[in-house]
């Protein structure tokens, strides 16, 4: 709509640019036992400018079986390469068209399995008793599910109707959904970008945690799943709504995934997929999910054009999750949280080098290069710094909160650039216009936006400090040789909050290896950590022991990456290993071998390129 869609994506081979989509239908049959989704796709088109062709983006693992323009016409087509992670099919038109006309195009084509329509053997789940089926659309994988605009600039409406076999679930992202026998009915309203179009098939049933909210999962983990989120999802909404506006997709709900799933979560409209870590047992991990909540307003409804400005939904997500975080759990909290994320955007710099290119909020991507090949911490904390400075600019909480509902308000159902937020951030606020905030030296928005490196500013964490001294002293007594333990004993961790243990540990990671013995120690002396079951301290425990070539605890390492397969776990431990002892190094491989076939496609490439390094 208007003028973002003239913006370009490197990373859509379709011609976008050349018709408005209106709506997308999708009629299609699960095969479970080939793997296989068959059935049709209609699109409603309007012409904007005149063409003979209709390009749209696809994989080699999808076949298109017959094509349908106007009634009665048959449409020729043929596939052209594109690049590694898809083609692109091309529909030759009878004539060609003029602006302002309506076409409905049929494509009848069959989706096998591929990096974006993931199939699970059953002992892949979490119940070991039938397969599963999802689809991961974000960034460029949904050209794997249905031929497709797939860039985030197009937005439409879709519905579906989605047949299963006996004994089997459909869920997808739609705000309206109906059941008529094994086909199951969705309808989603508001127009959403190709990437958030998301359904998962499987042994899936649901429980009440809320007014608008349910959670799913497979039967074996849902009492879990009810216990972990019954009654504080509302609360997020609630909270979420009275800083950022209404909430537009009607219900919220989540649903668990099988070990597998490669994110913590992904913000699927109307129902957010998440990792089965997030059920600490104890709610400790709930941030993930006011992280997603957040992008119901920034992302879902205001989205990045391109993934070159990816900052823009994760930054903004961040700070819209930390805002959430305050309201709910007081600042000190929320920036003992920001703390542990400025930590992991420390470790990807370092790793990195600050002057790597992708260190920049607005990422040059590459023809060719796969988007999701660009995933770091920069767009989301360096983003999040942005944003704080923006606030800080501002200087006034109450103000920027009503400017993001300005925001928000104006962009909702379009996607924009950085130009067009920071244009608007200007606008608001004509004094700071005035005043040419975007031009001071040194923390130009430019700069912020096309130089790579640490963030020119960062927001005061020291509300934070409370929370953070005990832990930063209590790794400094760790750290000692000889220990003291006296010290260590008058330091009472029982009560601490899960991300203090988790600030402790970066501590303890930042001072590894420690003196030789002190490991052994601490791993006995605290259980609560050494034999932990929240996912975010067993990563940071593991990388602990790498980094202290302790191997008596190797076996853990083996044990969580065997458990799960999200990407943010599993690729730093790899690091890990593979910067370790020669022992390190052979876990690595030995892990790989045993568990590379229940990782997501992407995830197991940036392994076997991390082992090969
Ligand atoms: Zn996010």
């Not at 959403?192 to 983990?221: F, K, N, Q, T």
Request: one cysteine or more; proline letters at 7%.
């Amino acid at each position: 709509m208007g003028k973002s869609k003239l913006v370009e994506d490197v990373a859509t081979a379709s011609s976008y640019m050349d018709f408005q989509l209106e709506h997308m239908h999708l009629d299609l049959l699960v095969d479970v036992e080939a793997r296989k989704l068959r059935g049709s796709e209609k699109l409603n088109l309007c012409v904007l400018r005149e063409t003979g062709e209709l390009r749209l983006d696809s994989h080699p693992t999808m076949h298109v079986l017959r094509a349908e323009g106007p009634p009665g016409h048959e449409l020729p087509w043929e596939y052209k390469p594109f690049t590694r992670y898809g083609n692109v099919t091309v529909l030759r038109l009878p004539e060609p068209v003029s602006p302002g006309t309506q076409l409905v195009i049929t494509i009848e084509y069959e989706a096998n399995e591929s990096p974006g329509v993931c199939w699970l053997e059953p002992q892949q789940t979490a119940g070991k008793k039938k397969p599963y089926m999802y689809t991961q659309g974000q960034a460029v994988l949904n050209r794997c599910f249905f031929p497709s605009f797939d860039t985030p600039v197009v937005k439409s409406t879709f519905s579906a109707n989605i047949t299963v076999p006996d004994g089997f679930t459909a869920i997808m992202s739609a705000n309206n959904w109906d059941r008529q026998g094994q086909t199951f009915v969705f309808n989603m309203t508001q127009p959403i970008p190709s990437y958030l179009v998301a359904l998962v098939v499987g042994d899936i049933v649901s429980a009440d945690v809320g007014p608008r909210s349910r959670v799913w999962a497979e039967p074996c983990l849902i009492e879990a799943a009810k216990k972990e989120y019954d009654g504080v999802i509302e609360e997020f909404l609630t909270v979420g709504e009275k800083l950022f506006g209404p909430y537009v997709w009607g219900r919220y709900d989540v649903l668990f995934m099988p070990p597998s799933f490669p994110f913590g979560g992904m913000e699927n409209p109307c129902i957010t997929f998440v990792t089965p870590c997030l059920l600490a047992g104890d709610r400790s991990l709930a941030d993930v999910i006011i992280h997603e909540i957040s992008h119901s307003w920034f992302g879902n409804l205001v989205t990045n054009a391109n993934w070159g400005e990816f900052w823009l939904n994760e930054g903004f997500t961040m700070y819209a999750q930390r805002r959430i975080s305050t309201e709910l759990y007081g600042y000190s909290y929320s920036c003992l949280e920001a703390a542990t994320g400025r930590a992991l955007l420390r470790q990807h710099m370092d790793t990195s080098g600050e002057d790597h290119p992708l260190n920049k909020l607005r990422v040059k991507i590459e023809p060719g290069v796969d988007p999701d090949d660009t995933y770091n911490e920069t767009p989301y904390e360096k983003g999040f710094c942005f944003v704080s400075y923006l606030a800080h600019l501002v200087g006034d909480q109450g103000k920027f909160d009503a400017f993001l509902r300005a925001y928000i308000d104006s962009f909702k159902f379009q996607s924009i650039t950085a130009d067009e937020a920071l244009d608007f951030y200007l606008d608001y606020f004509p004094d700071l216009k005035s005043r040419e905030v975007d031009k001071i030296t040194g923390l130009e928005f430019d700069r912020w936006l096309n130089t790579p490196g640490w963030p020119p500013f960062l927001p005061d964490l020291s509300p934070g400090n409370d929370l953070m001294k005990p832990a930063e002293e209590l790794a400094v007594l760790w750290s000692a040789n000889p220990l003291d333990m006296e010290a260590i004993a008058r330091v009472d961790i029982a009560q601490w909050k899960t991300y203090q243990l988790i600030y402790y540990l970066d501590r303890i990671l930042e001072k590894s290896p420690l003196p030789s013995g002190n490991i052994e120690e601490l791993a006995k002396y605290y259980p609560k950590i050494s034999e932990a079951a929240n996912a975010e301290l067993r990563l940071r425990w593991g990388q602990i022991i790498l980094k202290n070539d302790y191997q008596l605890h190797f076996h853990k390492v083996h044990d969580f990456l065997q458990s799960q397969g999200k990407q943010k776990y599993t690729l730093p431990l790899y690091r890990a290993m593979n910067a370790g002892s020669e022992a390190a190094c052979a876990l690595g491989r030995e892990i790989y071998n045993k568990t590379s076939e229940q990782l997501h496609f992407n995830v197991k490439n940036y392994v076997k390129k991390i082992l090969d390094a």
